[in-house]
């Protein structure tokens, strides 16, 4: 510890293993456990958002840039002032902070939606259509699988940019872990360091596993991307070895 | 019998892709409609499933007009081979091939028997059953959209460009396989292609057509290449008609020679058995 920063902490060290020991089962647990319900129902209810959205601006492509214009203009408004804007009508509540950050992940979520779709090559929807899909079969059976590892990119950016705006919320209340770093900062005794690094050593390690779990879901729901990059490396390497060959 | 009357297409903004076509479509046999790009062949072929629907005229399959039947029962009755395979990434060959099958609520186990069957029957290893189509080569794809196509044994194929994107050794190949394959099944077939070689070497009959949409001829490939009826005929076949013309006849009488098409189905010969079942009539 630098000089300066042990003068400023005024001998208080920078991290105290009692404090987690003291507070684990209560304020840290409390705190992750709100963290939990407060990043994730927001992306979930983006998605179901973004869905059918996204779909829309797919099928009548002149809706896409206004919407996109929305989405990300609303992205582009402090959390914060959200925040404050939403207490107005939601009071004090989970929903207050639920609401803005549902909104802003669609401005990553519909995007992704709408390059999903458009990532489906044109021959194979033609062929769907031949084969005899309806329009929701085609959709479902088809189109919103080819879409998946786009959207699950998308999903992973919604979700980890969740988990980390979330302490946000601490400042009006709410914010799961960015609780702690309140506590730390409004110490009555000085300045307390250890709740602060406990909040963002949890938020890393939250993000982490979270982009992690969806990386996972992702390679079981898209078994076919996989196969597709091995059969492109053999191919890549088989080329590499009949050009040695030649040589 | 796939009956074209009075058939027109006319886009919106005017353009008109299919103009006033009579055509009629030999049972069991293919039909190849072939032309320069922008001649309404493609357009010709998508009216007979529905994929586009046809501004005047009425087409009919065995006398039933095809705007009497939903889009989407017609088109499971109607095999459909486009040119970049499309098949769907996201699914194994074998599942695939089931794709019709299991649309008109056949039993999955029953659907992938039969899926493997056919990849045998098209030439395909059955060790690709459980791949995805990324993992095949393009020639490999291609079987695969034909199987595909012939899963849930429709009289009918409609075929747009299907051996276009494939080198020309192994288009050779598919062709000549496709034949093998056509000998047993006589099929309907709609076979659209831009290359003349291709028609006059796959057809029993061939419709040129010209830009415009307008059916130029309509006839046998020998008397094609005999009697073109108009300069635009002629100058589609080319140049080289008559060295066109020696080579399909050398081929004919190489197979009669060989005892026509019953002699032993080894595809890499060169053969056309449909071509050669014909060789009495032309």
């Given amino acids: ?247 | 019998m796939i009956t074209f009357e009075g058939v027109t297409k006319r886009y919106p903004d005017g353009t008109v892709a299919v103009d006033d076509l009579d055509l009629e479509i030999d049972t069991g046999r293919i039909t190849v409609l072939v032309g320069p790009s922008g001649c309404g062949k493609t357009t010709t072929l998508r009216m007979i499933n529905r994929m586009v629907d046809a501004t005047e005229g009425t087409i009919a399959v065995d006398g039933k007009n095809v705007r009497d039947v939903d889009p989407p029962t017609l088109r499971r009755g109607i095999g459909y081979v486009i040119q970049q395979a499309g098949l769907f990434p996201h699914r194994t060959i074998e599942d695939n091939i089931a794709t019709v099958p299991l649309l008109l609520g056949r039993d999955k186990k029953q659907a992938r028997t039969d899926a493997r069957a056919l990849m045998d029957r098209v030439g395909l290893d059955t060790a690709f059953a459980k791949r995805y189509p990324a993992q095949l080569s393009g020639g490999q794809q291609q079987r695969v959209g034909v199987a595909r196509a012939l899963a849930a044994d429709p009289p009918i194929l409609l075929m747009d460009e299907p051996f276009s994107a494939v080198d020309p050794i192994v288009r050779a190949n598919l062709q000549d396989e496709f034949l093998r394959l056509q000998d047993e099944l006589e099929k309907t077939i709609v076979f659209v292609t831009h290359d003349i070689d291709e028609a006059v070497k796959l057809g029993h009959r061939i419709a040129v057509f010209q830009v415009g949409g307008k059916l130029a001829q309509y006839t046998t490939p020998d008397e094609l290449l005999d009697a073109p009826a108009s300069d635009f005929v002629r100058d589609f076949l080319g140049g080289d008609r008559g060295i066109r013309r020696l080579r399909f006849t050398q081929e004919l009488d190489a197979e009669v020679a060989m005892g026509g098409p019953s002699g032993p189905p080894t595809g890499s010969t060169g053969a056309t058995p449909a071509g050669s079942a014909e060789a009495g009539e032309r």
């Fill in chain 1, 1 to 247: 510890m630098t000089p300066a920063l042990a003068a400023e902490l005024g001998g208080e060290p920078l991290f105290r293993w009692s404090y987690v020991r003291d507070n684990l089962d209560g304020p840290i647990w409390e705190s992750l456990s709100e963290h939990l319900v407060l990043s994730f129902t927001p992306v979930l209810l983006g998605l179901l958002i973004a869905l059918p959205l996204g779909l829309a601006c797919a099928r009548w492509t002149r809706l896409y840039p206004p919407v996109l214009a929305a989405t990300s203009v609303l992205y582009a408004v402090p959390a914060i002032g959200l925040f404050v804007v939403f207490v107005a009508f939601t009071g004090l509540t989970y929903t207050t902070v639920i609401v803005p950050l549902s909104l802003y992940t669609l401005s990553v979520l519909v995007p992704s939606v709408v390059d999903g779709l458009r990532s489906v090559p044109e021959h194979v929807r033609q062929s769907a259509v031949a084969m005899g899909f309806g329009p929701l079969r085609r959709l479902v059976r088809v189109e919103l699988p080819i879409s998946l590892p786009v959207v699950m990119a998308g999903l992973r950016v919604a979700t980890v940019a969740n988990i980390s705006l979330v302490s946000v919320g601490a400042l009006i209340g709410i914010g799961g872990l960015g609780q702690l770093m309140i506590t730390g900062m409004k110490w009555p005794g000085g300045n307390y360091p250890t709740p602060i690094i406990v909040a963002i050593v949890l938020i890393v390690a939250l993000a982490v596993v979270a982009d992690l779990v969806l990386l996972l879901v992702q390679r079981l729901l898209t078994p076919w991307q996989r196969a597709g990059r091995g059969a492109r490396r053999a191919a890549r390497r088989e080329r590499a070895a009949r050009l040695e060959e030649a040589r």
